[in-house]
């Protein structure tokens, strides 16, 4: 009798067990379900892999909103003039190239209908087709080598560190100089000269 009574107490804890145990895996998976994918705290320092990076472009000229706008990596001339409010109606459009991709530490001059071409010309603003005044690593200043795509004040000042070292024999060996890897020389090549 006491043998049955025993099985009796030790099946029933073991049903209890498994309903608490199935209470618990379903409790978890609710959880699970209504749980936000990803919470970021304030000290977090990775950035999701989804994020894209900020950048920061310099626009002037005929701009409604001139000044250091916030940009996405990717985003090109088109997306900064909006961004800016707008070109203004005296812009010359027909002369830059709104497809550009805009990369960190540029500074981008929206021309004036009229306006001298040596007073704004920006290599790889201006439509493909134009390839005169090509600038010349060896000796521009740092204002001129700021005029090439992705080429903004820090790096054209380890341009002129570079040089100040050793003369540039050929164009590619603007790809010695940190932070110009073979994605930027290939946007300035065409753009510059030795």
């Not at 909006?82 to 497809?99: P, R």
Request: charged letters at 30%.
């Amino acid at each position: 009798m006491l043998k049955k009574h025993f099985e009796k107490i030790v099946l029933a804890a073991a049903i209890l067990i498994l309903a608490f145990m199935g209470f618990l895996n379903q409790k978890w998976a609710d959880e699970e379900r209504i749980k936000p994918q990803h919470i970021k705290t304030a000290g977090e320092e990775s950035k999701s892999s989804e994020e894209p990076e900020e950048i920061f472009v310099h626009l002037t000229g005929e701009i409604k909103n001139p000044g250091v706008i916030s940009l996405k990596q990717g985003d090109r001339l088109v997306d900064a003039i909006q961004i800016a409010g707008g070109h203004t109606t005296n812009a010359d459009i027909e002369n830059i190239n709104l497809a550009l991709k805009i990369e960190d530490e540029m500074k981008i001059h929206i021309p004036k209908i009229g306006e001298i071409k040596a007073d704004y010309e920006i290599q790889g603003v201006m439509d493909s087709g134009n390839k005169e005044n090509l600038v010349n690593i060896n000796n521009a200043t740092k204002e001129e080598l700021m005029t090439l795509p992705s080429i903004g004040e820090i790096k054209a000042q380890k341009i002129i560190d570079f040089r100040e070292k050793q003369k540039f024999e050929k164009k590619e060996d603007l790809k010695n100089v940190s932070g110009i890897g073979d994605k930027t020389y290939e946007e300035l090549e065409e753009l510059i000269t030795i």
